[in-house]
């Protein structure tokens, strides 16, 4: 058994876990980059819920999957992820029936909730305790990080054989990554042998506790933000550029917050992002200067590292934060589906992105801070 001392961060294991998420991330990424080229492969098929696919496992299983991942233990909650994902995502690379590949996807998502369960649990038990929120910062980048990678990585792809290098691709690279993982990953963290209760007894358990709700409430708010801004608001302010920028605005925020954290209490990081968010969303649409919309997603990026950093600052113990971790990923999961329909309404008016933006960030300002202020209070 691999140990590691518990007075000091063992930022190589944290790197090796976060370089991990890039390819947890390419599991959504890549669709998304090679959507055109897969409509062209499936005429006439609802190629775009190959991407929602792997989120529907996020929103029907989140808060089960923090109780798995605390049963089984990290260690092989990661394990047991890297493997499975790497043969599903082997197996896309096989020409099949739009169905069959659909089947896939939907599949893909049980690896991708246990990594994005297991892998922050695991990065913030492995750092000492003045480096959680920094260590939580770096997690909160991954999937960012690893959509602008791909973006670089992967050149435009039309036919199948471009696809198929796509997806293989990327299932080599969890095939290599798998030895490392089972070399260098700690043992014997949870893996606490209790029976997982059910669905009903697992929300309300979860659901019930504000200091394992709090950080998941807060990040479903950031997510009905994110991609559908990113989505939307370029054509509206008539700047295609923030396409790109506003992406990495976020990212910036949320590593800074990691630091940030160090000093003023994450859920304050929080709800202070939200309000100052509101604010320079208000101003955007006064102005209708896309430099303010930059602003803006720093600070919701800000919010979203508020709330990683919220996870270990609340709960101590592994399995509290695995729990946590699973409300965050069923929350966000449905804030990222429900986020876009609703922007996409007032998506052609700069005022009504504007509006509805403020209207999500004031929600975030009352009902996560009401619910971090009972977590602490707790």
């Known amino acids: 058994m691999i140990t590691f001392p518990t007075d000091r961060t063992d930022w190589p294991l944290i790197l090796l876990l976060w370089t991990t998420g890039l390819l947890v991330a390419w599991q959504f990424a890549k669709v998304t980059l090679t959507l055109d080229s897969l409509q062209t492969l499936y005429p006439g098929s609802p190629v775009a819920y190959a991407v929602s696919g792997v989120a529907l496992i996020g929103i029907l299983g989140g808060a089960m999957a923090g109780f798995v991942v605390a049963r089984f233990g990290l260690r092989h909650s990661v394990l047991w992820a890297c493997g499975l994902s790497a043969v599903l995502a082997l197996a896309q690379g096989l020409e099949l029936p739009f169905r069959a590949y659909m089947i896939l996807r ?20 492995r750092a000492r305790a003045a480096d959680k929120s920094v260590v939580m910062g770096l997690w909160g980048t991954f999937f960012g990080v690893g959509y602008a990678l791909m973006a670089v990585i992967v050149p435009p792809v039309e036919a199948w054989g471009g696809l198929r290098a796509v997806f293989v691709g990327h299932g080599l690279l969890l095939v290599a990554v798998f030895p490392l993982l089972w070399w260098v990953l700690p043992r014997g963290i949870m893996g606490v042998r209790d029976s997982v209760p059910n669905p009903v007894e697992v929300h309300r358990r979860i659901y019930t506790n504000p200091r394992l709700a709090a950080a998941g409430l807060g990040h479903g708010t950031y997510t009905a933000l994110f991609i559908a801004l990113v989505a939307f608001l370029p054509a509206a302010m008539g700047a295609m550029w923030l396409f790109l920028v506003l992406p990495v605005a976020n990212l910036l925020g949320t590593f800074a917050a990691g630091f940030l954290s160090r000093r003023v209490a994450a859920p304050r990081i929080v709800v202070w992002g939200f309000g100052i968010s509101a604010l320079l969303f208000a101003t955007m649409a006064i102005s209708g200067l896309p430099a303010i919309a930059v602003l803006a997603f720093l600070a919701t990026g800000v919010v979203a590292g508020g709330n990683f950093a919220a996870v270990p600052m609340l709960n101590d113990a592994p399995r509290d934060q695995a729990l946590a971790n699973g409300a965050m990923a ?4 449905i804030g990222t589906f429900s986020g876009t329909p609703l922007f996409a309404f007032v998506a052609g008016s700069l005022w009504g992105l504007a509006g509805l933006s403020i209207a999500i960030c004031m929600f975030g300002v009352i009902a996560a801070g009401f619910v971090y202020r009972t977590a602490g209070r707790g």
């Open 106 to 125: 939907i599949a893909e998502g049980v690896g991708h909730l246990l990594f994005v369960v297991a892998l922050p649990t695991l990065m913030a038990s």
């Open 330 to 333: 069923q929350l966000g999961n």
